[in-house]
């Protein structure tokens, strides 16, 4: 879908009248840049990552700490970037400060709709919303309906607590004994599992990805979770029907 989006230009639902919006806030900038403004401190965010979490983890990157290491490798990129600016003399240091101001500012709104959405995505789990959920679902269906149910079960756990990751702990261990007394294919009941999950959390305004993805592309939240909305929907209801097709071949 976001090839044949992006290679055709065609888009439905609310993100037709969207387009203009963005469009409309869109500020046009004269100055010629660089690819390596963009380039260098990615490059380094990623390597500085790794170096400090191969330091913290005392060689083992696995066990490093994840917080610290890409705090400081984005603290360290962003200092690498203004040497560059300031270099080139793109930018003197009044404007980089001046720039580096606006924004923060612009990000504080999302970074509070962040922090809120982790409160109430705990919140929801401590509740144990995403165990009463996958206690709806009972094995006593037709092994057809098997997949599709656990596709959906997982989509409505993780749009409901904001995280797809949590919703895989709950619904593996459920869904490989399935596998198991009924001898279907573990890895078709599990890739059930891990698409509901991956598409209920894209969906969730709670979710992390979600909320990251507006902050990036500089889109008010709610609208980027009302025009994803109906892509995710569609897809969502083609790879129902593509379990079905699937399960009435391998069962």
């Not at 269906?141 to 895989?168: C, D, E, N, Q, R």
């Amino acid at each position: 879908m976001v090839y044949y989006t992006a290679l055709s230009g065609r888009v439905f639902g609310p993100l037709k009248d969207a387009n203009s919006m963005v469009e409309s806030k869109f500020e046009k900038n004269d100055t010629v840049g660089k690819a390596s403004y963009l380039v260098v401190p990615m490059i380094g965010i990623i390597f500085i990552t790794l170096g400090l979490l191969y330091y913290t983890g005392d060689g083992d990157l696995r066990r490093g700490s994840g917080s610290f290491s890409v705090l400081w490798a984005v603290v360290t990129s962003y200092l690498i970037l203004i040497l560059m600016l300031l270099k080139d003399n793109v930018f003197s240091s009044k404007e980089v400060l001046t720039h580096s101001i606006k924004g923060i500012k612009n990000l504080v709104p999302a970074v509070m709709v962040l922090v809120l959405s982790f409160a109430f995505g705990d919140a929801v789990k401590a509740f144990g919303t995403g165990t009463y959920v996958s206690g709806l679902m009972s094995s006593e269906v037709s092994l057809l309906w098997i997949a599709p149910l656990l596709f959906i079960t997982a989509g409505i756990m993780a749009f409901a607590t904001g995280t797809s990751w949590g919703t895989f702990a709950i619904l593996f261990p459920i869904a490989l004994p399935i596998a198991l007394q009924t001898g279907i294919e573990p890895a078709f009941l599990l890739a059930a599992v891990l698409g509901g999950g991956v598409f209920g959390d894209h969906a969730s305004p709670i979710s992390d990805s979600t909320i990251v993805a507006s902050i990036a592309s500089g889109c008010d939240h709610i609208e980027h979770v009302k025009t994803q909305l109906p892509y995710c929907l569609a897809i969502a209801l083609v790879s129902l029907v593509l379990y079905v097709v699937v399960g009435s071949v391998i069962i």
